[in-house]
């Protein structure tokens, strides 16, 4: 069984036991959250689409901590003018361990 949820402006597939990197939330390590915004869930043969979102379906995940994603580069240059700059990003990510999808 695996589900889509919606964290933030971002769309994420997640299952039972899985690990993912979303973007930073305020939580703190070792708490346990819920998300409502379920979009789909797929269970074996049996398909459900939220409009938009599924009303009893939720989603209970611990936040494991906190980590950065990888380094982004962005770089602009004008030819002969003798001009350039290059910066680095890494966003902040929270990785969550979804526990459960409670149906």
Do not use: C
């Not at 009893?56 to 982004?72: C, F, P, R, S």
Request: glycine share 6%; aromatic share 6%.
């Amino acid at each position: 069984m695996h589900a889509i949820v919606e964290l933030g402006s971002l769309q994420y597939k997640v299952a039972e036991g899985d690990v993912i990197e979303a973007e930073r939330l305020k939580e703190k390590a070792d708490k346990e959250i819920t998300f409502e915004k379920v979009l789909l869930l797929v269970d074996g043969d049996n398909v459900r689409v939220g409009q938009p979102y599924l009303n009893d379906v939720k989603i209970t995940a611990k936040v494991v901590g906190e980590t950065q994603g990888e380094k982004l580069i962005s770089f602009k240059y004008q030819r002969r003018k003798n001009n350039h700059w290059k910066k680095g990003h890494r966003q902040k990510l929270t990785a969550l361990s979804i526990s459960k999808i409670l149906t």
